[in-house]
């Protein structure tokens, strides 16, 4: 039977538990989370909302077509974990997983009930409701607390995506090293120009750094991980080559550009905390990027250039000895995903799958290790 939803107006968001309990975890485990942009994946039920080629009535989108797709999902996030040559190795579902571009909580439902009973227990979604496209999460863990943040539209593009916050016990944990807060993010596109819409991405990327502040201060040793489509790189500063302040900037990039309209992101090649010869140095929230150990490695050719715009942003908790520890990070080498190019295969409305490639951090979870503060 399906859980049943709650709806939480205070916080303008859907989530959806179900009555049992979960299940004992060990206490020295890995812990797997993908994010994936699943391009535009609709439910066959016609709301008025859809994009036009996914409205049942126009004969193009049907209940047979979406469970396919349902199922080319579930294919993509299984293909993490196996390479090119792995044959039918068994790849493990992932214990959260992270979606963006889809169109309500009918379709993250779907989602869940397609792979191994039982799997997802927990799972929630961004508002506001009457958005076309929405970001989400399956989780195996607990959800102990959430709230969406709205991005406000100052340029004209229409409303933005929000950000889903999302906290995740891990193992009934009574630290906040065993917790897990997750911020999903689906950041405004490049379609009206790159620099055109950057200070869009600077506002989100502002909000996060202002959110991120907040909650370290309160909860200094919680895990935050921020994830999704970025829709730029974490070295985006140095592929257009300086030209404009970016929504995530390369710790390492020396000198800040002059002042820019929002906050960026500060990337860091390595979870050591900012520091330098300016108090401004210290102010700057700074985030590990995984790409940095997998520099020509992409998630979407965007204009036929390889991209690292989806991932995770890690603060300086998952490497300081306690609780969750960074142990990996992994793209998909399947074959199956890729077009003859060597491009994501896009779904091109009867077969394929996404335009991006899903990507998957790897915790490990430190046996009988606490942080004791005084």
Known sequence: MRPAFLFFAAIAMLVISCRCSLGSVDQAQEIRIVSYNVHNLFDAEESGNEYPEFKPSKGKWTKELYAKRLASVIEAVRSLGKGKDSGSAQARDPDILCVQEIENEKVLADLAEHFRKGAYRYWAISGPKDSIIHTGVL????VTAMHTHSVMDAWGFGPLRDIL????????????????????????SKREGEQETESARRAAAALLAQRIREIESEKPDLPIIVCGDFNESPDEYLRIS?????????????????????????????????????????????????WA????????AYRDKREQFDGFLLNAALQDGFGLEYEGFCTSESPVLFDASGK?????????????????????KNAGQARVRY
């Open 293 to 300: 150990e997998k520099p020509d490695g992409f998630s979407i």
């Open 139 to 142: 989780s195996r863990f607990p």
């Open 165 to 188: 916050e999302v906290e995740l016990d891990t193992s009934g944990a009574t630290s906040d090293a065993d917790r897990i807060l997750l911020l999903i993010c689906h950041w405004k």
């Open 242 to 290: 300086r030209r404009y302040p970016t929504a995530l900037m390369p710790l390492e990039s020396g000198s800040p550009p002059a002042a820019a309209e929002g906050e960026p992101l500060w990337v860091s090649q390595s979870f050591l905390q900012p520091g330098g010869s300016s108090p401004d140095d210290a102010s700057r929230v700074a985030l590990y990027s995984p």
């Open 344 to 364: 994501p295969f896009e779904w091109n409305g009867t077969s394929g799958y996404s335009d991006h490639l899903p990507v998957c951090l790897v915790l490990q």
